[in-house]
């Protein structure tokens, strides 16, 4: 049995990125889905695709790099929101991550997002992890 999910899920994805593989399988839940949708939307990986096999699923999502230098789009993961200590976050203190450039994402009243996209709806939320 896995404690932490999201931390399962963003250390198989930075593993894989690490290993240069293409694509790195994870077994779904509802929040990994809407954390993989909030990547592919920020253009920080390539594609991503959910099998129904079995009671759980999978997750298939294809790591982005660079064509001629072959970085990873992802160079950092980190997971902020811990079970052992949530770390949740007022609109007015929301995370800037690189000063912008890169992104938190967010579990709020109005779905999973970005912290700009937090700041648009003016909701807070538990910040799940940092990417850039």
Do not use: W
Request: aromatic content about 6%; some cysteine.
């Amino acid at each position: 049995m896995n404690t932490d999910p999201i931390a399962d899920y963003l250390t198989r994805v930075r593993n894989a990125i690490k290993a240069n593989h293409r694509v790195v399988e994870i077994p779904a839940s509802n929040l990994k889905k809407e954390i993989t949708k909030v990547l592919f939307d920020k253009g920080y990986i390539a594609n991503y695709k959910f099998e129904e096999n079995g009671p759980q699923g999978n997750i298939k999502i294809a790591l982005k790099y660079h064509p001629i230098s072959k970085i990873p789009a992802i160079r950092t993961l980190t997971r902020v929101s811990k079970p052992g200590l949530r770390k949740y976050a007022s609109v007015d203190n929301l995370p800037r991550v690189l000063n912008g450039l890169g992104i938190a994402i967010l579990s709020t009243s109005k779905g999973v997002m970005t912290d700009k996209e937090a700041r648009l709806h003016n909701v807070g939320g538990e910040v799940l992890c940092y990417v850039y």
